[in-house]
């Protein structure tokens, strides 16, 4: 237990990455969706959902890159089990998740109260997906987080184990996989039903779906850590 | 007594090449142990493979009485300094931090004293130190980590001569001072011949050599002089090999040098 949590703090010691960088580049996109409203015929249209919200994610995903290409080998040379390792780092990507989505959950309500920013920008606000009461908006932000971060923790994985061809494979395997389900369901002539599933997916009932999918990355990426050496 | 590190038939292969054949050592406490052998020799796999960053292909590996694998209470008893170690972006201080929260018996004072002893920028980025102070780093881990099995790989890439000697000096009083299972790979075997008390030699994989240092500096020697001299002395020793000068007509006799074995020499593997 220890293990794990020096392993948390171990990649906390790059505060500035984890904690500061995130919302830099929120801002940034935050910013940037303003002017792009403002001062581009973007704005013209009557749909005021910007996509810079997905900007925190992609930093995410890239921190669970980082968390294991880079910080692994020093990781193991301090005495840390690969468990341990990967057990401390998965905690770190739920807590930043859990707290994170806080934020964003925060976030939305003020957007909410101040009608967009006070230019109808719904950059927190995003249809479908956060809409729905807070907790809900808590719980599919938070665990879309962990969900990217525990993705990006294994290709950091594989490419610590294969390099940049294990990498391309990997991404070209899980491309051929999407592909081949795509084919299977115009053989079973399932879109109208996979169509439905999704229609009537609750907000709720999409948070069941990325815990679904966060726990099979965690479980992938562990079955990559076990062999791995630096 | 259980020895510390207890290796038995371990074995590594890799698709192209047998790393490590069958090695059968057993390490015992509070001792300083030279791994020995030329580059690729299997050095630096058997080291990983104690540390548990390695895995064996057969064999079996106990250290403190336990597989270190996947065994955390084991692992923070063990340090491993490479030479070749990536750190990820860290200053130099966080990387001394990350490794005081690691080692239960992480001695601060030393920690800090090795870094003003080697004149280690504490909050210069790791990658941009230099080689020599990267090995530098390694090293103040190494010492102020206070584990139980230290290892050293060639801990001193880059390290010049009075670096080195620091390094040998303050690892000979911190182990005077806290006895534990040293192991120290290593090129330079003049420099550091008098610190060590056992020798491991390994080539090509196998273990060729294995007995204390005292033994084996006593298996053979060097013998200069006169040809003649040289000869009568050595008489029927085994020897190594011979050099002989034979200088120009009309000067003194021909010299030469043998290197001869004798008396008890240590346990050789065939």
């Given at each position: 237990?220890?293990a ?16 500061v ?15 792009i ?12 959902w ?8 992609c930093?995410i ?8 290409a ?5 990781g193991?040379a ?37 009608h ?8 927190f ?5 956060l ?6 908006t808590?719980?599919?932000s ?7 971060f ?71 990426g ?9 | 007594?259980?020895a510390t590190?207890s ?13 490590l ?18 580059n690729g020799?299997?050095?630096?796999t058997?080291?990983r493979?104690?540390a ?5 292909s ?6 403190l009485?336990e ?9 923070r ?7 070749d ?18 080692y ?7 920690a800090?004293?090795l ?12 990658k941009k130190?230099?080689r ?5 780093l390694g ?5 102020a ?8 790989d ?16 303050r ?20 420099e550091v ?7 491991v ?6 273990v ?20 003649v ?5 050595v008489?029927a ?15 003194p006799?021909?010299?030469?040098t043998?290197?001869?074995a004798?008396g ?7």
């Open positions: 237990m220890t794990s949590i020096n392993a948390a703090r171990y990649h906390l010691a790059q505060r500035f990455n984890y904690l960088l995130p919302w830099m580049v929120l801002l940034f996109a935050f910013l940037a969706d303003i002017v409203l403002e001062l581009t015929p973007a704005g013209n249209d009557p749909n005021r910007v996509g810079g919200l997905a900007s925190i994610y930093v995903f890239i921190c669970g890159v980082v968390s294991v880079r910080s692994l080998p020093f193991l301090l005495g840390l089990s690969r468990r341990s390792y990967y057990s401390g780092t998965a905690l770190l990507a739920v807590a930043l998740g859990a707290s994170y989505g806080l934020v964003i959950t925060a976030l939305q309500a003020i957007e909410r109260a101040t967009g920013w006070g230019i109808d920008m719904a950059f606000r995003v249809p479908y997906i809409e729905g009461p807070w907790y809900i808590w719980l599919t938070a665990v879309a987080m962990m969900l990217l525990a993705y990006g923790m294994w290709f950091g994985l594989v490419f610590r184990r294969w390099g940049l061809a294990g990498v391309i494979a990997f991404a070209a395997a899980q491309v051929t996989l999407v592909i081949v389900g795509a084919v299977v369901a115009t053989w079973a002539d399932a879109w109208a039903s996979i169509g439905h599933f999704f229609h009537t997916l609750s907000a709720s009932g999409l948070s069941g779906v990325l815990v679904v999918l966060l726990l099979a990355l965690l479980v992938g562990f079955a990559t850590m076990r062999r791995v050496t630096v | 007594m259980t590190i290796v038995a038939g371990l074995t590594r292969r890799y698709r192209d090449h047998l790393a054949d069958d090695i059968t050592v057993d390490l015992e406490d509070a001792s300083i142990t030279g791994l020995l052998g030329r020799a299997g050095k630096s058997l080291m493979i104690l548990a960053q390695e895995f064996p057969a064999g079996r590996v106990r250290v009485g597989n270190p694998m996947e065994n955390d209470a084991i692992l008893r063990i340090v491993l300094v490479r030479e170690q990536l750190f990820p972006d860290f200053r130099v201080y966080q990387a001394l931090r990350a490794a005081s929260w690691c239960p018996a992480w001695d601060d004072g030393l800090r004293s870094v003003a002893d080697f004149d280690l920028p504490a909050n210069r980025l790791i130190l230099s020599g102070m990267r090995s530098a090293i103040v881990i190494g010492l980590a206070q584990a139980d099995v230290t290892l050293f060639e801990p001193y890439a880059g390290l010049d001569a009075v670096a080195r000697q620091i390094f040998y000096d690892l000979l009083a911190d182990y005077a001072a806290h006895p534990r299972t040293v192991v120290l790979s290593t090129h330079l075997i003049d011949a008098d610190l060590l008390e056992r020798v030699m390994i080539d090509r994989g196998r060729v050599l294995d007995g204390p240092a005292d033994d084996v500096r006593g298996s053979a020697t060097t013998v200069s002089g006169p040809a001299v040289v000869e009568q002395f008489g020793r085994q020897t190594w090999g011979r050099r002989r000068l034979d200088p120009g007509p009309g000067a006799a021909p010299l030469g043998v290197v001869a004798g008890h020499g240590a346990r050789r593997q065939p």
